[in-house]
């Protein structure tokens, strides 16, 4: 199938390295900008409350300074003691200090430096040509260097109203610049919340046009095909990346409608099949019943009237004749056996619907028990103990033990009385063994013994069919396990292991023991 030429798209790489490049172009100018507004406003704050308010406080005590030096002399022209001098002297002191501190804060202002200059100046004309002259007249009253120095000091306080009013100034200067600091700052935050949601909106924006929207129509579509509408193309433009996913998509759509199709397929064939296999089946059965009656009847009839032929006539016959009917109801015989076990063998694993939990330490000693004549005359020890209980048919499970117990003492050692061992472990799974001390199998024959109607001896040595190791083959198998035989242990003997599962017997209703 070939998919329609679509419209060249934006990749979803693309599209988000030129979002997230517009976002950190947008987010580090802004930190630029608030980053610059706020030194801005620290600036300002610094000049405002540590420079010009200090500044101003320095003015006026300045202002302080200057009028304890002139109410110092004056107060030591008037009387002559010189304890007035002591404010002039301090007051002169700290007039320097505060002139400096005036200087330095003010950051060399040269409005405020020039009228501070005119402050010192006067006031050093006003101590060396007036106000030491006037003091020389202590408690004289001369009055015109009293005048002389009163104008002299108003030329001081002159100078220092435009030192006062220069700071002043200065220092609304930087409240006005703190204000204007303040406002852009906030303008500046304002412009970058707004830039910054402006670019969130975009991005929103741009993720839901080119995004949000084909991958909710791709939801759409597959939803479309999950409820069954097969038939349904996927078809879905936005980003490549998305469309490359409708593309996969679609594919797997495709693979899904040719596996369906292939499954209607395979699955009509398994009806006729099974059909087949249950006619086989009704076959099979009806072939059993024929066997089972229709075939052993005649056997019966061949085997009787041999040995009605050699009651009456056995005085006439010599001693091939006597032989030749022997031969013949030995086979008829031999016949019906084969055809009993092969019926035996067909049975099994027919219906594990019937399934039922098996105490099989129970069920070994019933099949024991059956065997006691045996046992008993062959000198036979059976030991076996703890063994579990498993989900099975109790028929099939006692036909298991039975044909290995019967072995056990069939293929008996000549030199010990038979000696069998039972024991289960479990690993995950059950696993049993059943070992005995008789003469053993050959490790090329482990494989063979399971062949039905293999036999590994002459009928003149052991009797037997053969079947006896084939059918619990099957019978371990239907019931979901292995069985192999082991290496032989010193001293001979065979060992036979199987493995059968753990019993889930919340599912059944009754045990085989009850």
């Known amino acids: 199938m070939t998919r329609p030429a679509r419209r060249q798209a934006t990749a979803l790489g693309k599209l988000a390295d030129r979002t997230l490049f517009a976002a950190l172009v947008a987010g580090v100018v802004g930190i630029i900008v608030i980053w610059l507004g706020f030194s801005n406003l620290l600036d300002a704050r610094r000049n405002l409350f540590d420079r010009f308010e200090p500044a101003l406080l320095r003015t006026e005590k300045l202002r302080v300074a200057l009028l304890d030096q002139e109410t110092g002399l004056r107060g030591y022209a008037l009387t002559g003691d010189l304890r007035f001098l002591e404010p ?39 101590r060396d040509n007036v106000a030491w002259k006037f003091a020389e007249l202590a408690g004289g009253d001369t009055d015109p260097e009293a005048v002389r120095s009163k104008e002299a000091f108003d030329e001081v306080r002159a100078r220092f109203t435009q030192l006062e009013r220069n700071v002043i100034a200065a220092r609304d200067e930087a409240r006005d610049n703190l204000g204007n600091t303040t406002t852009g700052l906030v303008v500046a935050i304002g412009l970058a919340v707004a830039t910054t949601t402006a670019s969130a909106l975009y991005t929103w924006q741009l993720l839901r046009r080119r995004v949000i929207a084909p991958v909710a129509e791709l939801i759409t579509q597959t939803d479309s095909v999950d409820k069954g509408r097969f038939d349904h193309a996927i078809d879905v433009i936005g980003p490549v990346e998305i469309e490359q996913l409708a593309e996969r998509i679609d594919d797997m759509r495709r693979r899904i409608v040719a596996e369906l199709v292939n499954a209607e397929e395979s699955r009509a064939e398994l009806g006729r099949r099974s059909e087949s296999l249950e006619r086989s089946n009704r076959d099979l059965e009806q072939f059993a019943y024929v066997a089972s009656h229709d075939l052993q009847e005649p056997l019966r009839k061949v085997a009787s009237f041999c ?33 009993a076990d092969l019926l035996h063998f067909s049975r099994v694993g027919r219906d594990a619907a019937g399934f039922v939990s098996c105490d099989l330490q129970t069920l070994v000693a019933a099949v024991v028990e059956a065997n006691s004549v045996g046992i008993e005359s062959t000198g036979a020890t059976i030991r076996f103990a703890g063994l579990p209980t498993v989900n099975g048919d109790p028929s099939l499970l006692s036909a298991l033990f039975q044909n290995l117990i019967t072995n056990a ?55 037997g069919t053969g079947i006896g190791l084939a059918l619990c083959k099957k019978i371990v198998e239907f019931h979901g396990g292995d069985i192999w035989i082991a290496p032989s242990l010193p001293g001979g003997g065979t060992t036979v292991k199987w493995t059968l599962p753990v019993a889930d017997t919340a599912s059944l209703g009754y045990s085989a023991s009850q």
């Open 88 to 126: 002039y002297q301090l007051g002169q002191a700290d007039q320097v200090t505060y002139a400096r501190d005036i200087r330095r804060l003010a950051g060399r202002d040269p409005d405020v430096d020039k009228a501070l200059d005119a402050v010192v100046a006067a006031a050093a004309t006003w």
């Open 307 to 339: 040995q009605l032929l050699e009651e009456r006539y056995g005085d006439e016959l010599d001693e091939k004749g006597r032989l030749y009917i022997l031969y013949a109801v030995d086979g008829a015989k031999r016949m019906q056996a084969l055809i």
């Open 409 to 463: 003492l069939k293929y008996r050692s000549a030199d010990v009385d038979p000696e069998v061992n039972i024991s289960a472990t479990l690993n995950g799974e059950w696993t049993f063994e059943f070992s005995d001390n008789g003469i053993g199998i050959a490790e090329s024959f482990r494989e063979r013994v399971f062949v039905i109607f293999q036999r590994l001896h002459g009928r003149d040595e052991y009797e």
